[in-house]
């Protein structure tokens, strides 16, 4: 089964979600993502290893390092952020090499995604009845993105602004002040940043050169 890919094979597992952000609240999952080697050997052969992998725990999903590598350099955000939580529950010797190279992943790419990401989650949003859960994640990754924009790191933990974004997510923030902070932040998108053009793929492949090597 392909779930046995984790945790045998397993270089990186992290908390990601509300207990990561510092948005929790009673009850909430405890949502984990993670990165696995599969061997090299099983590349050699017509049916290749998975790319990602649900489970074996509750809300736990991991992607084969390939994977992971090139959403990252597309500067997913749900992908970057992994690299940035401040929960890593499980990291080998290449869980850690992965993290410490995280800043080869970023660009200015990540402008148009996370903005791109955000402001598809405000299309789906109904005014006359917001999921305030999908207001305040929409908000949060404006701010994260911004964030990253300016400082060269995505905004994981948000505690500078929890108090607003659970009072979104409770629904005690009229709709008109929440489309306003998002409109406020979304405009902020496009100006200075510290990112560079282009991530550096050459570090990235170095890496995965290295892994698959280990991993004969």
């Given at each position: 089964?392909?779930?046995?890919?984790v945790p045998d094979?397993?270089?990186?597992?992290?908390?990601?979600?509300s207990?990561?952000?510092?948005?929790e609240?009673?009850?909430s999952?405890?949502?984990?993502?993670?990165v696995?080697?599969a061997?090299?050997r099983?590349f050699?052969r017509?049916?290749?290893?998975?790319?990602?992998?649900?489970?074996?725990?509750?809300?736990q999903?991991?992607w084969?390092?390939?994977?992971?590598c090139?959403?990252?350099?597309?500067?997913?955000?749900t992908v970057?952020?992994c690299?940035?939580?401040?929960?890593?529950?499980?990291?080998?010797?290449?869980?850690?090499?992965l993290?410490?190279l995280?800043?080869?992943f970023?660009?200015?790419?990540?402008?148009?995604t996370?903005?791109?990401?955000?402001d598809?989650?405000?299309r789906?949003?109904?005014?006359?009845?917001?999921?305030?859960?999908?207001a305040?994640?929409?908000?949060?990754?404006?701010?994260s993105g911004?964030?990253?924009a300016?400082h060269?790191?995505?905004?994981?933990?948000?505690?500078?602004?929890?108090?607003r974004l659970l009072?979104?997510?409770?629904?005690?923030?009229?709709w008109?002040e929440?489309?306003?902070w998002?409109s406020?932040l979304?405009?902020?998108?496009?100006g200075?940043?510290?990112l560079?053009?282009?991530?550096?793929?050459?570090?990235v492949?170095e890496?995965l050169?290295?892994?698959?090597?280990?991993?004969?």
């Amino acid at each position: 089964m392909e779930v046995r890919y984790v945790p045998d094979h397993s270089i990186l597992s992290v908390v990601v979600g509300s207990r990561a952000y510092g948005l929790e609240i009673e009850g909430s999952d405890v949502d984990r993502r993670g990165v696995f080697v599969a061997p090299t050997r099983l590349f050699w052969r017509l049916a290749k290893p998975p790319t990602h992998v649900d489970g074996p725990l509750p809300e736990q999903f991991s992607w084969e390092v390939e994977r992971f590598c090139g959403l990252a350099l597309e500067a997913n955000p749900t992908v970057l952020e992994c690299l940035w939580s401040p929960i890593v529950e499980h990291a080998t010797a290449a869980g850690e090499e992965l993290l410490a190279l995280r800043d080869a992943f970023v660009s200015e790419r990540a402008n148009r995604t996370f903005a791109g990401y955000a402001d598809a989650q405000f299309r789906r949003l109904d005014p006359a009845r917001p999921r305030w859960k999908q207001a305040m994640h929409m908000i949060r990754l404006l701010l994260s993105g911004l964030h990253l924009a300016r400082h060269g790191e995505p905004l994981v933990r948000m505690d500078a602004h929890r108090d607003r974004l659970l009072a979104v997510r409770r629904g005690e923030l009229p709709w008109d002040e929440v489309d306003r902070w998002r409109s406020e932040l979304a405009a902020r998108f496009g100006g200075a940043n510290v990112l560079p053009a282009e991530p550096d793929r050459r570090r990235v492949e170095e890496y995965l050169a290295r892994t698959r090597e280990a991993a004969l």
